[in-house]
């Protein structure tokens, strides 16, 4: 964790209210993983910003950045949205815990809900080179789908000045009024992709987690934590480990946004319950197991 007063290298409004800003910030760039993020002191404003690192770039000079994907929703965004190049702001980071990739996992199904597409885009950027990556973004309508470009411009330090994701990764639209892609929410066609996922991560609101762990838990064979018996003679040196290892394969890994207070593990006013305790989402998190939170005491 390092705070540094970092230059803003570029803020796009890409669609109305939304933004893309890269900052260079090569110390904190250089140690980020997927699904953390950064808190960022909006000048006025007791407490920081937490925004999840939408992707990481590197230039042949070896300066780095760090993007943030955000949307204007009250002050501290709007502030941010004014923000220009050359300008300084003071972030801390990288914060809580990401994502992680099982071992053996080969297929990666990223499910995102709105502006959960935030901190998928890097997992899809991390995650491309030895995975097969399947990404769902979910809408209410095409105009809230987020703009990819096709021609991936870049900048002088490798980042992309509009969205984009690595080639090879597929990406699948859903949108509620069917304006573009299928019809429906990005949980309907989950169970479309489950026999071919190894994991899923998702990034999105509280109700559609609510839904997933319907989708995705209703027996032990979606997901559920399994007691394998151990292997009986004949079946093969670790063959028991092996299908323990394959049944937490099925787990999904989700990036949980609550109100955060300090974004530091001080304050514990972003603690919720799980079946592991209380924990800190700033701190245990923000990634937990889909199916180790109590949904129904999880408040924003």
């Known amino acids: 964790m390092k705070q540094s007063l970092c230059t803003i290298t570029s803020n796009v409004e890409i669609s109305p209210g939304m933004y893309l800003m890269w900052i260079e910030a090569p110390d904190i760039a250089s140690i980020s993983h997927p699904g953390q993020f950064i808190t960022v002191n909006c000048e006025g404003f007791t407490l920081r910003r937490p925004f999840s690192i939408h992707q990481v770039a590197a230039g042949e000079s070896k300066e780095s950045q760090i993007a943030l994907l955000f949307k204007v929703v009250g002050k501290g965004t709007f502030w941010l949205s004014q923000q220009h190049s050359d300008d300084k ?7 809580g815990k990401g994502f992680t990739i099982a071992s053996r996992a080969k297929n ?11 901190p998928l885009v890097f997992l899809a950027q991390y995650a491309s080179s030895q995975h097969s ?35 090879g990764v597929q990406f699948i639209p859903v949108t509620e009024d069917g304006t573009m892609g299928r019809k429906g929410m990005a949980t309907d066609i989950l169970l479309d992709s489950l026999d071919w996922a190894d994991q899923v991560f998702a990034c999105g609101p509280i109700d559609m987690y609510k839904a997933m762990a319907i989708t995705l838990n209703p027996s032990p064979s979606k997901g559920e934590s399994l007691t394998l018996p151990s292997p009986s003679k004949g079946e093969g040196k670790g063959e028991g480990e092996k299908r323990s290892e394959e049944s937490k394969l099925r787990k999904c890994q989700v990036s949980l946004e609550v109100r955060l207070g300090c974004g530091i593990g001080a304050c514990y006013a972003c603690t919720i319950n799980t079946k592991k305790g209380l924990k800190q989402v700033c701190r245990d998190g923000p990634v937990f197991e889909l199916d180790d939170i109590l949904w129904q005491e999880v408040r924003i």
């Not at 789908?145 to 992309?160: D, H």
């Open 89 to 95: 702001i003071d972030i801390l980071g990288p914060l």
């Open 108 to 118: 990666l199904l990223l499910v995102a809900g709105g502006i959960g597409i935030a």
């Open 133 to 167: 990556v399947s990404l769902i973004q979910g809408a209410s309508t095409v105009r809230e789908l987020y703009p990819f470009s096709s021609l991936r411009p870049r900048n002088k330090f490798g980042g992309s000045n509009l969205l984009s994701l690595p080639t």
